[in-house]
């Protein structure tokens, strides 16, 4: 029984390399730390370092991973200015009252960028990222609704408000209605439409619906939704049945492509109907994680009991966040991306991924076992499936064969309306390069030949919908 439980007791204990860190046995330290609990001592800085290095070994190769759109390469200036930023606390103004200008002037380029009316009076806040900027977004919609004098008393007698969105949106919206008692009205997809309809979506709103989210690049397969298309269903609703329904636009990505690449696309605070749009700094905007921003069109669209104003160095700053304490040096680092590329600079970095992006597609499609779904051209992003007639395997089987490359390919099905549909997709971003991605292309033609000689699907299908990162 001794033994055993010795036998227990070491398993549970992580093995020191003599040559990185020895016991000190005056000191009463072990040399072999345990794993789910705090040992008696400490151990050595080298040891503690080596320990949890050998183990990160076995993570995957963030630049090998085609499924996130979070950022994972950052040029070596960007991750010095991070460095020297790492301890300064994002809510303490006073303290560190340059972080908080930055942020600022972060907020006034967005709104500039985005087409505000008046950027330089933008009203928005940095956040730990865009899903913290959709639930702030979303309550300043309800917040709204509810104060309209028309909505007030029923509200206060437990009339319950809607959000009116696409099947496809990221799963913080369907946390936002669970967290803040809204209720989700989704518009489900339809053959070969993957996101949003404007008129199914306007049939879906009443004198109930606080908004419409519009997603300027679905994390499902890299598509634009139809915004302008969206807000003129609204006006029609509005000039027939009287509801003013605004519209906010999660651009967790394409809020930081569309500007550059597609400036002619009137997504932005251009419709008068859009009152908030959001974007993730961690995203395309070239920043590591966590950093995301939320921005409304005037001070009217952000109730103002819902922002707290502090004041430094004379200045009035407004915050709204859900975090308190939380890091400064992502917001650093946006500025200095801002700063470092300018409108030209992001236009070529998004260009290039872009071009990965079509030309992958391209010869993906070429390669005849394969069925595109979207193809690079909005979003450097692209889903595809496995054609009907290919019997010898799936799209896991796809995605499981990569992997022993390193690659990390996402296979997921899609939600109602097309729960048959099950797909791959890679998101290009910057330090995918070309070259990397021809290196994809020579293993998915290696594997191909003995995925076609399997009897069948190896892996079986599954029905979760997971990759909305």
Same mark, same amino acid.
């Given at each position: ?17 003599? +040559? !990185? ?85 972060? !907020?006034?380029?967005?709104?500039? +960028? ?142 930081? !492509? ?43 669209? +952000? ?20 975090? $308190? ?58 889903? $595809? ?7 010898? $395997?799936? !799209? ?39 070259? +990397? ?33």
């Amino acid at each position: 029984m001794n033994h055993q439980r010795k036998t227990r007791d070491e398993k549970d204990r992580l093995s020191v390399n003599p +040559l !990185v860190g020895e016991a000190n046995p005056a000191a009463g330290m072990e040399a072999a730390p345990p794993r789910n609990r705090l040992d008696a001592g400490p151990i050595a800085a080298s040891a503690a370092y080596q320990l949890i290095h050998d183990e990160l070994m076995l993570d995957g190769n963030a630049r090998l991973n085609l499924a996130t759109f979070v950022t994972t390469s950052m040029e070596p200036f960007a991750e010095r200015i991070m460095t020297e930023s790492q301890d300064k606390n994002m809510i303490d103004k006073d303290e560190y009252p340059m972080t908080a200008e930055l942020e600022q002037r972060c !907020v006034a380029i967005l709104a500039d +960028l985005w087409h505000a009316p008046d950027p330089s009076h933008a009203v928005g806040c940095s956040t730990t990222g865009s899903s913290e900027a959709c639930m702030l977004a979303g309550m300043a919609l309800k917040r709204r609704w509810a104060r309209r004098p028309e909505n007030a008393e029923r509200y206060a007698s437990g009339v319950r408000p809607n959000l009116v969105m696409g099947i496809n949106v990221q799963v913080c919206w369907e946390k936002f209605c669970n967290y803040w008692e809204v209720e989700p009205r989704y518009v489900p997809m339809e053959g070969d439409r993957f996101h949003l309809d404007p008129e199914a979506a306007a049939e879906l709103c009443d004198e109930n619906t606080i908004g419409v989210v519009a997603i300027m690049g679905s994390t499902f397969d890299g598509s634009y939704e139809p915004v302008g298309e969206l807000c003129a269903a609204l006006d029609r609703l509005q000039e027939r049945a009287g509801h003013d329904v605004p519209v906010h636009v999660d651009g967790a990505s394409g809020g930081m !492509v569309a500007p550059f690449l597609d400036p002619d696309l009137e997504w932005d605070f251009r419709q008068p109907r859009v009152a908030s749009i959001n974007t993730s700094g961690h995203k395309y905007g070239l920043v590591y994680p966590g950093v995301g921003w939320a921005i409304w069109r005037d001070r009217e669209a +952000l109730p103002d009991e819902l922002v707290f104003h502090v004041n430094y160095l004379g200045g009035d700053m407004p915050t709204f966040a859900l975090n $308190f304490s939380r890091p400064g040096a992502e917001v650093v680092a946006q500025y200095y991306y801002f700063l470092r590329l300018g409108r030209d600079g992001y236009r070529a970095v998004q260009q290039a991924s872009r071009d990965v992006a079509t030309h992958l597609a391209r010869e993906i499609s070429a390669l005849d076992s394969f069925r595109m779904l979207t193809w690079g051209d909005e979003l450097p992003v692209f889903a $595809f499936t496995v054609k009907d007639e290919v019997t010898a $395997f799936n !799209v896991y089987d796809v995605s499981r064969r990569l992997r022993e490359r390193g690659w990390q390919v996402p296979a997921y099905s899609f939600p109602a309306n097309r729960e048959d549909l099950s797909v791959l997709r890679v998101v290009c971003r910057n330090g995918f390069s070309m070259d +990397l991605a021809d290196l994809l292309l020579q293993d998915l033609k290696r594997l191909l030949p003995e995925l076609h000689a399997q009897p069948g699907p190896l892996h079986p299908a599954m029905t979760s919908t997971g990759f909305h990162h």
